[in-house]
């Protein structure tokens, strides 16, 4: 797992699969006695193993849990989740006219869990790992919760730091003397220009209020989250269950920076290497938050939300991209209440911690396997602690698409890259030093006063780089990580079947038309002359293609990440019969994004009923979920022209077949730089 699943590159410590010596604390628990539920995100199933038809191993059923329900990988619609209940994919129980959101959905159906194992096994003690969407990207919250903070962040992210510090500091979570760091700490030649920040003076008008509005929607999005998890407090409250239930309420990693500089109405753009453009974003600002898109905040934010710290998520190499506060709540085993531990900790002490408090201790042997050691140490001594008494934890490294850290006794040091550059040279970046238990924002480089501790702590990054299987080090793009070919049950074929009545095909196992020429072809029998309804559809609104039948004519549409107008092909009136109904993409360069340019032709039987250019992605239509659907569009719908499912009636769809070019176009510029990067 060095690296998220969609990112697997196939060495041991990166091939998305937890290995047999790693026992989870789902299979630990359960195997002591305890009901295990895994609500919202799961993000430890390898790509390929997201399908209907795929090995189920790496799934969290098979993985110590007695029930799941959420998403697999790493990102969902809230409005319009791609969902499943224990092993199998579902439908959303109803839509977001109705009142859905990802969010209120898992609390009730943690809320439920829980009410029904206490009818049924009030004795057993149960664990829950709750994991919201929230506050991940898309940034999806009710238009009330967002309108609440209208204003609240009109001075802009620099503001914001210098205001929110100080009340760190006042209320004792950063210590006193705690420094600001700057908002563009990175070198130009390291740094890459979709991380950097536009300072807020160099703003216009249209484009603060944009930006504000971002930040508005991301706060409503927290607190209609918390509101979800305190319903869930609540319930255990109401049930005499909460004094003797531990609690630990904690983000994953530092605030996420994927919004680019001008923030963004679709994120599939940062997966794609597609630049946001002012222009088009500004046409959403009354709907940022709403089902009509998948919006990031811009980096200054991202900047400001990891106050008082530098860089942000992907940076691992420093505590803005990795630093979070942690909640524990526990009224029955700890005294304090409303206290402050600065003790420092990772998120590899969560399990030992709560083995601890449940007596329990890591199997040395699991299933016959000899277990992996813990990395972690458990934090139960710091409930009865003093604030600042020292922490039992030795020392933790740091790793994440090419960058680097190494923390121990107090002192870090830091690897001076950028990720997702795709630059390399590894073996020449420079090295920062900082005394984090005096300098928590690491504003001080010392490298050059303690050139010897650098010195220990980067071998010391080398001797747990080897005990974990961290290396090689993968700094590529997002578009390069994201599209790289991985192993599969079914080999990569030119042709591809597919059938009504099926669940969604995960778009890892789904054919692949990106840098490809491609064909659509599906055999159809008309029998109502007002035949309507999707033919065949992958991907959703902010980014897919699809063929489908509206007002007795054949579309095609293919949306490029969203941005309209939406590219379309149209056929004459179709009559009742049947047909061989299909389209044909033939990629003649790329674009400047690296996206396939060509032409599409619209067929009817043997003849061309339409034509002209086309554009089509250069990476994923979603990081994932919105499957490959005949006969029907899975949750948000690909083309305005129709609204989801959009169920094919008035005929028969007998099979779709997809044609793609042997290889892929591969850009050898982009190839050559690779190349370069790795000698």
Avoid at 133 to 157: I, L, S, T, V
Avoid at 401 to 416: D, I, S
Avoid at 583 to 606: C, P, Q, W
């Amino acid at each position: 797992m060095a690296c998220i699943t969609e990112a697997s590159n196939g060495f041991p410590g990166a091939n998305g699969r937890l290995p047999a010596e790693c026992a989870t604390i789902g299979q630990v628990l359960q195997d002591n006695g305890f009901s295990t539920f895994w609500l919202g995100k799961n993000h430890n199933v390898p790509e390929e193993d997201i399908a209907s038809g795929a090995s189920r191993k790496e799934w969290p059923l098979q993985k110590g849990f007695d029930r799941f329900y959420g998403f697999l990988g790493g990102e969902t619609n809230n409005w319009y989740p791609d969902l499943i209940e224990d092993n199998r994919f579902i439908d959303q129980p109803y839509g977001p006219e109705d009142g859905y959101h990802l969010s209120k959905d898992l609390a009730d159906k943690a809320i439920g869990m829980i009410r029904d194992q206490k009818a049924s096994n009030p004795s057993k003690p149960w664990f829950m790992w709750f994991c919201p969407g929230a506050n991940h990207a898309p940034h999806h919250a009710p238009k009330e919760f967002a309108d609440k903070y209208k204003g609240k962040f009109d001075d802009g992210y620099e503001a914001y730091r210098e205001w929110v510090l100080p009340r760190m500091i006042e209320k004792g979570i950063m210590p006193a003397g705690t420094q600001l760091t700057p908002i563009n700490p990175l070198p130009a030649d390291v740094i890459s220009e979709g991380d950097s920040v536009r300072p807020w003076h160099t703003l216009n008008a249209q484009e603060k209020k944009l930006f504000s509005r971002m930040a508005e929607v991301y706060a409503g999005f927290s607190e209609y989250t918390d509101l979800q998890v305190g319903r869930i407090v609540d319930y255990l409250e109401s049930t005499k269950q909460l004094d003797n239930t531990i609690i630990f309420y904690c983000a994953d990693n530092g605030a996420s920076g994927e919004g680019s500089p001008n923030g963004s109405v679709n994120e599939n753009k940062f997966f794609n290497s597609y630049p946001d453009e002012l222009s088009e974003n500004l046409k959403y600002l009354d709907v940022l938050g709403g089902p009509d898109t998948y919006n990031h905040y811009p980096t200054g934010w991202a900047v400001a939300f990891s106050t008082p710290f530098k860089m942000f998520k992907r940076y691992s190499n420093y505590a803005g991209g990795t630093c979070d506060p942690l909640v524990i709540h526990w009224p029955k085993g700890i005294k304090a209440k409303g206290e402050v531990r600065h003790q420092y900790h990772h998120s590899t002490d969560i399990v030992p911690t709560v083995l601890e408090v449940c007596g329990l201790k890591m199997p040395e042997v699991y299933r016959g396997v000899k277990q992996y050691p813990l990395s972690g140490v458990s934090m139960r001594y710091s409930f009865d602690a003093k604030t600042n008494a020292q922490t039992q934890k030795k020392r933790q490294y740091y790793a994440m698409l090419g960058t680097r850290g190494m923390w121990e006794g107090g002192w870090k040091a830091v690897a001076v890259h950028a990720p997702l550059t795709g630059k390399g040279h590894f073996d020449q970046d420079p090295w920062e030093l900082y005394n984090v238990d005096a300098d928590r924002s690491e504003s001080k480089d010392l490298a050059r006063q303690h050139p010897e501790k650098l010195k220990a702590l980067i071998k010391t990054w080398f001797d747990e780089a080897d005990k974990n299987l961290v290396l090689p080090l993968d700094d590529r793009t997002a578009a390069e990580i994201l599209t790289t070919e991985r192993p599969s049950s079914e080999a990569p074929r030119e042709t591809y079947l597919y059938y009504p009545g099926t669940s969604p095909v995960p778009e890892g196992v789904a054919v692949n038309t990106r840098g490809r020429s491609y064909k659509i072809i599906a055999d159809v029998e008309i029998t109502d002359p007002n035949a309507s309804g999707v033919i065949f559809a992958h991907g959703s609104r902010f980014g897919g293609h699809t063929l489908f039948l509206k007002d007795k004519k054949l579309y095609y549409v293919y949306n490029f990440l969203g941005i309209k107008p939406e590219q379309q092909l149209v056929s004459p009136e179709l009559k009742p019969g049947k047909y061989t109904l299909g389209m044909e993409f033939t990629r003649e360069s790329a674009g400047k994004y690296h996206e396939s340019i060509g032409k599409t032709k619209l067929y009817v039987n043997d003849k061309v009923v339409a034509q002209g250019p086309m554009r089509t992605q250069a990476g994923k239509f979603t990081l994932s979920g919105d499957g490959l659907c005949i006969g029907r569009d899975s949750g948000d719908n690909v083309s305005q022209e129709y609204k989801a499912p959009g169920t094919f009636t008035g005929g028969t769809i007998l099979g779709v077949g997809v044609s793609v070019g042997k290889d892929q176009y591969l850009d050898l510029e982009q190839k050559a730089a690779a190349a370069l990067a790795v000698e």
